[in-house]
């Protein structure tokens, strides 16, 4: 019998690791793609939450000033119109999240007064106006877990 010089990984071996890529695929995509939105969320109640302290302050301080101070209050408003606004508080808005980019600053929705409705002021913040595929952060009332986040009605406190 010849010794054969051959050497490599025949048709089986190839296949079981093939297969067992497969196999590995299938249980860790859904698991990071859960972990991507988790991060996701994150982000946007951090940014949300830096909009109405940034508002809050930025109120605080016009206030102590001796000026007055409604607030922000707004709709679905893209933060990169803010850059070089006159406004104080727009301004500090922008200044707050430009570090996202222009495009990447994305769209907030403020309800902020120094009056009787300081109950429901509340920040909202998401990365586009689009609702598919987004997730709203909120504050206060941040949701924690993604499936309350993509119910969430950008505009409306829930």
């Not at 727009?90 to 902020?112: C, F, M, P, Q, R």
């Not at 109950?119 to 949701?143: H, L, R, V």
Request: hydrophobic share 35%.
């Amino acid at each position: 019998m010849r010794k054969s010089n051959k050497k490599g990984f025949t048709l089986v071996e190839l296949v079981v690791v093939i297969a067992i890529i497969g196999v590995l695929a299938a249980i860790l995509i859904p698991t990071m793609m859960n972990y991507v939105k988790k991060s996701r969320l994150k982000t946007a109640n951090s940014n949300a939450k830096l909009v109405f302290t940034t508002v809050n302050n930025k109120c605080a301080d016009i206030v102590s000033d001796g000026d007055s101070c409604d607030g922000l209050t707004c709709g679905i408003t893209q933060v990169s119109t803010f850059d070089g606004d006159s406004d104080k508080v727009k301004a500090a808005v922008w200044e707050a999240l430009k570090d996202n980019g222009k495009d990447g600053a994305g769209y907030i929705v403020v309800s902020y007064s120094t009056k009787d409705g300081a109950k429901d002021n509340f920040a909202q913040w998401q990365t586009n106006k689009e609702p598919s595929d987004q997730i709203t952060g909120q504050f206060p009332d941040a949701k924690k877990e993604v499936k309350d986040a993509e119910g969430l009605t950008f505009g409306t406190k829930g």
